[in-house]
């Protein structure tokens, strides 16, 4: 670097642009630009990309004469003496400068940097930033241990380190805070005004965000505006909570551009069109008829209406099925399929597991056995001669309805005519997977229907690119499920409730945890409570155990049996979560439930209350250690409302964990947090519509511009192509 003649130094500067790789930058090597790299971080733009993950002032240079021991304070002064020197343990070195102002001074120590002789000598004005401590040696002075040291250069009369708002970066590969710092401070005091702003100047006009280049230069090196100390320490804790206006101002941005996306999948959908119609003939009607042992509500004809809409349409349906356990939405989805099916083409369900997968297959042959379709399950358990069977009646036709796993659509099952899909989301994927799985078939129409409520940010973010169907009515004669919560002390009461439901005839679930490595154990738990409450505490009654180890058809024979009232207690591992329908079952006792999720454990309770009948839950769970499961407890003894249950999950666990990982499908946002900023996310969707039609109708320039950039963007980091 010292032999580059400054013309050079210049041109480099002047062509700096948020595209010019990090490798040019002052400060970074081969061999630091092979570590961004590993991290992701390729340019400029990916740099000032990684922001700051907290704050700290230090602002006011504090007199030398009021340092106190144990506080983190920045002062400045003058150096005034420099010692260098080997300790008695080998190799061991400590370097050492006197620091001192008008009012006293200081020693700052520095351990095993000898290097730092060369970089500091006496005279030079610094800055300090650290905690105080007591020196070891000098029992009455205080001095800094490797504080934060910067040299104050009067010709740039900038600090980067100290004397200012100043942000601490994550280890990023090799580089620490401090040069990161260094670096990035260089690049927002280089980079040009960034012309391509990607919000439209209208909204932010009407949002009051700031411009794009001067926000990412507030996120990294902010200056305070209030000039009180209160005032000071407000602004500094909403940029320590990610809350500062620009912050807001890349939040928005972020949502906005996500929810652009998502209106141009849902835009290129409409412009899609399917080469097979679907009617509503007289036979539809007369099937859909055959197997309803009711009357729908009001929601489920409104909601059967959207579908079936969509599948008569030309264009390709994207839909999800959205509702509380228990309103009726596999019914609703049965229903679609028989359209499909008595329009002479095939229907498919995916589920996330298999064991899912075969419970929604014992359901949809019960549910439909009056119409006697043929149904067929693919599963990776099959045997090579069954599977191959089954993949050929797929192929010919013979199978009506196919479920599985999503393995269904993929490793080249072929369908002779796949109509529509019903995947049975379980939350597992995201847009981005949703729209990969598409491109394998032929344009299939798509309900997506979830198990228990998700939260609406999460809905607008996972799904954003869907159409909504939402049944917000229960089925008639509903009475809200009566949740206790008891500990393992309560034994005896919760017996007592399972006798005295069996005496009025009514039926019991006992559930039992079945968490991946410990399996065994549940499974060996639930066939000693099996056992043990057949043999000691209810032998006049029939007890039943169900779980996923069972064979196919012994486990179709315990839910037949169930379901016909022979078996008056069925004690399960959590194969009973979804599908399982017996009206009247009216308790449903579920064992260690501490380790349950809330949505888990609502969309179990959601087996009873069923009926007409008061229903029960007892929650048997240890949760006193656990602040996140006593919530979760009183949460569900206090509500009934999926849709609530769902919000509250989303405060106390935070997106990530209700949806899973990163294959989960959700975007992972730098800047926007789906709990804190929903508000933010409202007004972008709507934004997004706004703009989308804008862009349709009347483009501008401006428009346009943004528009292809949203796509770059989308193409860039979540790896799918929009048509614009
Ligand atoms: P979900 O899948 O939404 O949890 P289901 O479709 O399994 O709900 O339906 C829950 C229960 O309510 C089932 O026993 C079903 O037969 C019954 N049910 C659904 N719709 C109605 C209705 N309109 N009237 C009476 N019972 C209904
Ligand atoms: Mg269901």
């Not at 297959?361 to 019960?366: A, G, I, L, Q, V």
């Not at 501490?594 to 007892?618: N, P, T």
Request: net charge positive; with cysteine.
């Amino acid at each position: 670097m010292k032999s580059m003649p400054n013309s050079a130094v210049e041109a480099r500067r002047r062509a700096l642009s948020i595209d010019t790789p990090v490798q040019y930058l002052k400060g970074i090597g081969p061999r630091r630009s092979e570590q961004l790299a590993a991290q992701g971080v390729r340019t400029v733009r990916d740099l000032l990309e990684y922001p700051p993950f907290r704050y700290e002032d230090r602002t006011y240079f504090r007199p030398i004469d009021s340092l106190r021991e144990g506080e983190w304070a920045v002062t400045r002064g003058r150096v005034k003496g420099i010692q260098d020197y080997q300790t008695r343990r080998r190799g061991f070195s400590i370097f050492q400068m006197l620091v001192g102002d008008s009012t006293g001074s200081i020693l700052v120590k520095f351990f095993n940097q000898p290097y730092l002789s060369k970089v500091y000598g006496e005279g030079a004005e610094i800055v300090v930033y650290g905690q105080v401590r007591r020196d070891e040696y000098h029992r009455s002075s205080l001095c800094f241990h490797n504080p934060e040291i910067e040299i104050l250069d009067r010709e740039a009369g900038q600090s980067i380190h100290t004397g200012r708002v100043v942000p601490i970066y994550r280890k990023l590969g090799e580089l620490r805070a401090r040069a990161l710092r260094q670096i990035i401070h260089f690049v927002v005091s280089q980079l040009p005004e960034d012309s391509k702003d990607p919000l439209p100047s209208y909204l932010r006009a009407q949002l009051r965000l700031l411009p794009r280049s001067q926000a990412l230069a507030r996120i990294h090196f902010p200056e305070l505006q209030s000039t009180t100390a209160a005032g000071r320490a407000r602004e500094l804790e909403a940029l320590n909570r990610g809350v500062s206006p620009a912050h807001k101002r890349l939040i928005f941005e972020e949502l906005f551009q996500f929810q652009v996306g998502l209106c141009m999948v849902r835009e290129h959908r409409i412009r899609i069109e399917k080469d097979r119609s679907i009617r509503l003939g007289e036979n539809v009607r007369q099937a859909i008829k055959k197997i309803l042992p009711f009357h729908p509500t009001e929601a489920q004809k409104r909601v059967l209406k959207e579908i079936a809409d969509d599948l008569c349409s030309r264009r390709p349906m994207s839909r999800l099925l959205q509702g509380d356990v228990g309103s009726g939405k596999t019914i609703v989805a049965a229903q679609a399929a028989i359209i499909a099916v008595e329009n002479g083409y095939q229907a498919a369900i995916m589920a996330p597991t298999e064991i899912l997968a075969e419970q929604h297959y014992f359901y949809f042959r019960r549910l439909l056995a009056p119409l006697e379709y043929r149904i067929s399950l693919l599963k990776g358990s099959l045997r090579a001669r069954e599977k191959r069977e089954t993949l050929e009646k797929i192929r010919t036709g013979e199978s009506q309805i196919s479920i599985g796993t999503h393995a269904l659509i993929q490793e080249g099952v072929q369908f002779r005519n796949l109509a529509f899909v019903i995947i049975d989301e379980q939350h597992r994927f995201g847009v981005i997977q949703r729209n990969v799985l598409k491109e394998k078939g032929n344009e299939p129409d798509m309900l997506v229907m979830t198990a228990t409520p998700i939260p609406r940010s999460l809905a607008l973010t996972l799904y954003g690119d869907l159409d909504v169907s939402v049944i917000d009515q229960m089925p008639p004669g509903r009475r809200p499920i009566d949740t206790w919560w008891l500990e393992e002390k309560d034994r005896r009461k919760v017996y007592e409730e399972m006798r005295k439901t069996a005496a009025a005839r009514r039926q019991v679930y006992v559930v039992y945890p079945l968490v991946e490595e410990s399996e065994k154990s549940d499974l060996r738990a639930a066939t000693e409570m099996a056992q043990h409450l057949q043999e000691q505490v209810f032998p006049g009654l029939r007890i039943g155990l169900l779980h996923g180890r069972m064979k196919s058809a012994d486990k179709e024979r315990v839910m037949a049996a169930f379901a016909a009232g022979e078996v008056q207690i069925l004690v399960s591992t959590t194969v009973i979560e979804v599908g399982v329908d017996v009206a009247n079952a009216t308790l449903m006792v579920i064992e260690h439930a501490e380790r349950f999720g809330l949505a888990q454990l609502h969309q179990l309770r959601g087996r009873v209350g069923r009926g007409a009948a008061q229903s029960r839950c007892i929650l048997v769970a240890n949760a006193r250690g656990s602040p996140e499961a006593r919530r979760r407890m009183d949460i569900l003894c206090e509500s009934n409302d999926g849709f609530r249950i769902a919000e509250v999950d989303l405060e106390v666990r935070g997106p990530g964990e209700i949806i899973g990982t990163r294959q989960s499908g959700l975007p992972v946002f730098k800047y926007a947090n789906l709990v804190r900023d929903r508000k933010a996310l409202e007004v972008a969707r709507a934004e997004a519509d706004r703009f989308v039609k804008r862009l349709k109708a009347q483009p501008d320039p401006e428009c346009r511009q943004i528009a292809s950039l949203i796509q770059q963007e989308w193409k860039d980091r979540y790896g799918l192509a929009l048509v614009g």
